[in-house]
């Protein structure tokens, strides 16, 4: 009798364990720590991505205070992805973000070396090398000279990315940068960050240029190389014609669109106009220390 009773109880728990096919993916976290980023504000977030067979699988979002820390640097993630994982890649996506896909605005990245990966904007597809960055800049004035006049003198207010001469010459080492992003100029103003206009070719004028935010006179257009006069709609709190002698120049790179109308992040040349006008030249000098840098692992 016992042993009847035993046998339908050991049927029954067979039968629970053969009928029980459920199974939870096993998570393992994917630790950030990156340096250098900045608060994207409310329209903007960072995301990370993760690439598997060729496929990016995000890791999640996560915004940066003003002090540059993340709210967030721990993301679980299946163990099965995080394994297979052959690089981590970070964007900058629009806040609320309806694409699902990641963005063009591939910021830094890098190769996973067994558990970690050192992130630079150095590793594809991210925005390049920028280790030999140079520039030179000229301070001149052509867009309120009357066409055919002499110079005016009113060159301390004009700056030109390139060689002064008729005509002037591009004279950047830069890489060509790739879709998503774009180049712009700025000299810092009494109250902040002028823009001279954003480019993606160094031998003509800004992709911008003309349009109604322009602050160039109205004689003439620029040479054929990005930069700006400083004579017509001046912002709030800035006296035109602007004397740049003196004021910091800068090229940063700006994601595209652009939706914010300060300086982005990344901004690998500047220097400070000397009190010269052309045919004197100004060197630009590596910024590098602004690039975001840092380890994923996993």
């Known amino acids: 009798m016992l042993i009847l009773l035993a046998t339908p109880s050991l049927f029954l728990v067979g039968c629970s364990s053969d009928d029980d096919t459920t199974t939870t993916p096993q998570d393992g976290n994917l630790t950030l720590a990156i340096e250098n980023l900045e608060d994207l504000g409310a329209n903007g977030r960072y995301e990370g991505w993760l690439l598997v067979d060729g496929a990016p699988i995000s890791t999640g979002t996560f915004s940066v205070d003003a002090n540059g820390a993340l709210d967030t640097t721990s993301f679980s993630v ?9 690089k981590f890649i970070l964007t ?4 609320p973000d309806t694409d699902p896909a990641p963005s063009a605005q591939k910021l830094i990245a890098g190769d996973f070396n067994g558990s970690s990966a050192s992130v630079s904007t150095s590793v594809a597809p991210a925005i390049g090398d920028f280790s030999t960055a140079t520039g030179s800049f000229f301070l001149r004035s052509p867009t ?5 006049s002499m110079n005016n003198g009113n060159d301390e207010s004009g700056v030109w990315f390139g060689l002064p001469g008729a005509p002037p010459t591009p004279d950047f080492t830069l890489p060509t940068l790739p879709e998503g992003w774009v180049y712009e100029g700025w000299v810092v103003g009494d109250t902040g ?5 954003q480019f993606n070719a160094f031998n003509t004028i800004d992709l911008n240029a003309g349009a109604s935010t322009s602050f160039s006179g109205t004689e ?6 990005p930069g700006e006069d400083f004579f017509n709609n001046a912002p709030t709190g800035e006296t035109f014609p602007l004397d740049i ?19 982005f992040l990344l901004k690998p040349l500047a220097a400070v106009a000397g009190n010269d006008t052309a045919p004197a030249t100004y060197s ?3 910024n590098l220390d602004s690039f975001p840098t840092g ?4």
């Open 295 to 298: 380890t994923v692992t996993r």
């Open 245 to 263: 002698r003196g004021r910091t120049i800068v090229i940063s790179i700006e994601p595209s669109p652009d939706n914010s109308p300060a300086p």
């Open 144 to 148: 309120d000279e009357p066409v055919g």
């Open 220 to 225: 003439q257009v620029g040479p054929p190389i």
């Open 78 to 86: 299946p163990l099965e992805t995080l394994n297979a994982a052959t």
């Open 193 to 197: 960050p002028l823009s001279t206009g």
């Open 92 to 95: 900058v996506e629009p806040n």
């Open 284 to 286: 630009f000098n590596q």
